[in-house]
């Protein structure tokens, strides 16, 4: 398993720009719930691995060698392992996006990654449909962002309920709807988040369209350009 470099954050934009005060306050608001979702997340497998390396040492000084009970430990903690680090690469994506490609199945499942804990939380079911890869021409700097801040404002709309996310090519764009269906939404939690996409969108190059009317299911729809 090859770890790679993290924590170098890159604000995405220049230092000085107007839009500086609310990228700031839009990014520290995710990067703070994403790491209280975090050390939510990497303490089950943490926990895990601590319980099949205690296993593997009683069967060490037990003098058993090998064999399919050594193997199950093993590979739990592999296992464990590669969940911690998968979380790690997705809060550093987080934390400096410029680098990756704009591809909006990537971010939504790193959305679902850093936020799985939020919406188990809420008791929203998160039901996904759609390729796992889709590219868009978006600048990248800003889709991680608008995405997070997306999928957490159908969240608390979704509360005790469900959120359908699904991504599919309407004519010459590409359309991420997210949906909620029942449940007790919580329109002061998506707030700060609804105002995010709403700015983000523009500058990610994406088109947003929203019904949000109190008496119906909520809906987001961002769409995207298909790469050149």
């Known amino acids: 398993m090859t770890l790679r470099p993290r924590w170098h954050f890159t ?22 719930r994403a790491a209280g979702a975090l050390a939510h997340e990497g303490k089950n497998p943490l926990h895990n691995m601590v319980l099949h390396l205690q296993l593997l040492g009683e069967m060490v000084r037990d003098g058993e060698h090998g064999g399919a009970p050594a193997e199950r430990h093993l590979q739990a903690l592999r296992d464990g392992i590669g969940r911690v680090d998968a979380l790690l ?16 199945g990537a971010a939504i499942s790193r959305a679902q990654l ?48 469900a959120l359908h996310i699904v991504v599919g090519t309407d004519g010459p764009r590409t359309r991420l709807e997210l949906r909620s269906e029942g449940g007790a939404p919580r329109r002061d939690e998506a707030a700060p988040h609804l105002e995010a996409v709403r700015r983000l969108a523009s500058e990610a190059g994406a088109e947003l369209s929203a019904d949000l009317a109190p008496a119906a299911p909520a809906r987001l729809s961002l769409s995207f350009a298909h790469p050149r």
């Open 89 to 104: 690469d997705a809060f550093s994506d987080l934390a400096s996006p410029a680098h990756l490609a704009p591809d909006l």
């Open 114 to 161: 850093l936020f799985g804990y939020e919406a188990r939380r809420g008791s929203v079911a998160v039901m996904q449909g759609g390729p796992a890869s889709v590219p868009v021409q978006a600048d990248p700097a800003f889709l991680c962002d608008l995405v997070c801040h997306a999928f957490l404002a159908g969240l608390a709309l979704a509360r005790d309920g």
């Open 11 to 32: 604000p995405p934009v220049a230092l000085g720009s107007p839009a500086l005060p609310a990228v700031s306050a839009e990014r520290a608001l995710l990067l703070e």
